[in-house]
């Protein structure tokens, strides 16, 4: 064989073990290798995006893989950095009363609820408000094996909530890591230390433990190295009109400028954990036979800051309006998820997948030192799931899922006054304890019509205690013509019921059920084998429309706010040799008619509702590493946000204080990550990252906008490096 062919054949196993690994026992892994390259390209694997087992190239979605090493060498300090790093179309945003957001082509919201975080295959979103938000923060990222980012509507596979994308994170376990290894981590600029151990051990029966632990600290960037900044000027005294209280003009103002940094007022050090409290994540994995079962406790939190208004004094601002500053901004969490999984094969055609998980989310908020938010919810999950394949061209999967959830129960370990939230408390409302039941019905068919045609079907219903029938079908169609080129047309509806607390709030205001969200969409892909060194791929998603739900306190009910409708691209890249990898993306979204509801408002777009509010219409992204020699590494990443015009048209329509000639706010966003890797030993490896390295001569170039943000405010990044030592036994 040749070197050439013995490269590919190579290249073929690694990607079949990263695509299959959560389901790839070691007897599969070491049949691999006996493999020749056309029966390698044949093999059928398990994905994030299908229920059945197919070859990866007919696998009917735009899917982004994160690999352990590209998770290393990016130095990312978070799925946050992370995923704004290496996905297409991602966007990462600020809040001024939450953690950051994210949102993939144009869906976004000031509440992480139009996506899904998995651990290998089980979802860990929060179900009473909160939503996503466990493990995006979080610096420990040595557990990791890959991680799958399904771009699209998934609700037809995972159910409510996988409306814009789903995030499955899968671990490392036995089989894919074996031994002992130490990563230390501290940075400097923006502070944090970390120490993550992992240890891996097959049985020699088969089957193997392993084991992750994660714990540091976070200080963050200080207010000096991570600026804010505001289009508001602020004036000297209290003055009309801007002493809403007339209050006189002996109340102290900033006297800052538009454009000049927020350092005088109360402002926390970026990135900061909740309450100083150290960030954990501990996991532990038993596989033997059948079986996988495995543990996780993840435990975090960010601070964050508030509008502008409100970290400033007055006459703009309220800090001395409360008589207190405004020092704790700040959510928290933890989570414990267990997870017992069995997987039997009864014959060669029919396959069984049985699971049980109980977890724990425990949440609180606090803004301005008060309490704003406390509780806990408990769910149980049990899935039965058939795969049978009817004969070489016509598989099919079908499963049953119950979740049950109680909610308002008393936290285990967070300090807090009650299990009550105080932003319903203010509408009249204490919450119960409540619980509620979600069924669910899922089933795929894939049909290979012919050797150039395949066909995927299916779709899922969902029936929650205060909802009707959710019903999320997908259909798509896949063309290979040869060997290298590749034609998606997919279709998909995806549905996002409401958060726990609104439907509940609802039921006993006797508003009936709550309505869903509902994304209606259709995708076309190309994927082209240019050579054995170059990929590309293009999507188009044509028809995107969003009926948008919101709360309305006078209703006492969710409501719906308008129809959002986007269209975009995205074009890929990705150059690979033996010691080069490159990968360049452009995301291009717009919004084309946004028909708000009569009486509602909108954070999303401003008239004439051309453009989104939170949205950069085009995001390019590149990302490289080469290795020098045997020992030294080097790689890059650079993001480039072009601008953000929609956001111009709100603040100017939702506050006419801000300066007018501000602008600052709206320019593009330019981010320039770097770093070495140095390989002294075999089982010793030395990282140097750069962070928001062109922050060095113009902050701007690092500043992240606000979600919803009526005064043109946003806050940089601060430059800075880290430094990482990993040692393997």
Partial sequence: MSQRKKMLRKLLILILILVSSENLIAEDANDLFDLSIEELMNVEVASTATLTEAKPRLVPAAVTTITAEDIQLSGARSLFELLDIYVPNLQWIRHNWEMGHLGLRGIIGDRDDKYLILVNGRIINDQTRSCAISELDLMYLKDINHIDIVR???????????????????????????????????????????????????????????????????????KYDAPQFSGLDFPQDASLPWDPNNLGNDIPGEGTGAGDPLVDADLNRDGRTHRNIPPIKGFIELTKGNWDIWARYTQGGQKFSLDDTRIAHFPAGYAEFFGTPQVQNTSGYQQVTTFFGYNKEITDKLEIDLAFSYAMMDFERQIGNELFDAYRSDEYYAKAMLRYNLNNNHKIATGFEVTHDEFGYDSPGWPHEDATTLEFQQSGFDMP??????????????????DEWTSFIGGRIDKNTFTDYMYSPRASLVYTPNEKDTYKLMWARSLRSNNAQVMKIQDMNDNGISDPETLDSIEIRYERVQSKNLDLAASVFVHYNLDVIGWSNADLSSVNIGTQRDWGFELEAAYHTKNTRVAISHGFTKLYDFNLEQGKNTFIAAEPYDDLANWSNNVTKITAQHKLNEKWTIDGSFREYWGFSGMEDYVEQNNTRVDTDWERSYRGNSYLNAGIQYQAKKNLTFNINGYYLLGIFNKDFNKRNYYGTSTGSYRCHAPSVALSMIYKF
Wanted: glycine share 16%; hydrophobic share 35%; aromatic share 16%.
């Fill in 152 to 222: 699209g509507p998934s609700s037809g596979l995972y159910g409510p909530g996988a409306v814009s994308m789903v995030i499955n994170i899968v671990t490392d376990n036995a089989e894919t890591f074996q031994g002992t290894e130490i990563t230390s981590r501290f940075g400097v600029i923006e502070e944090f230390y970390s120490t993550e151990i992992k240890h891996g051990q097959k049985f020699e029966d088969g089957g193997g433990l392993f084991l992750f632990g994660g714990i540091g600290t976070y200080s963050g960037a200080s």
């Fill in 433 to 450: 304890r409540w619980s509620t039941n979600l069924y669910s019905f899922v089933f795929e068919d894939q049909w290979k019509i012919n």
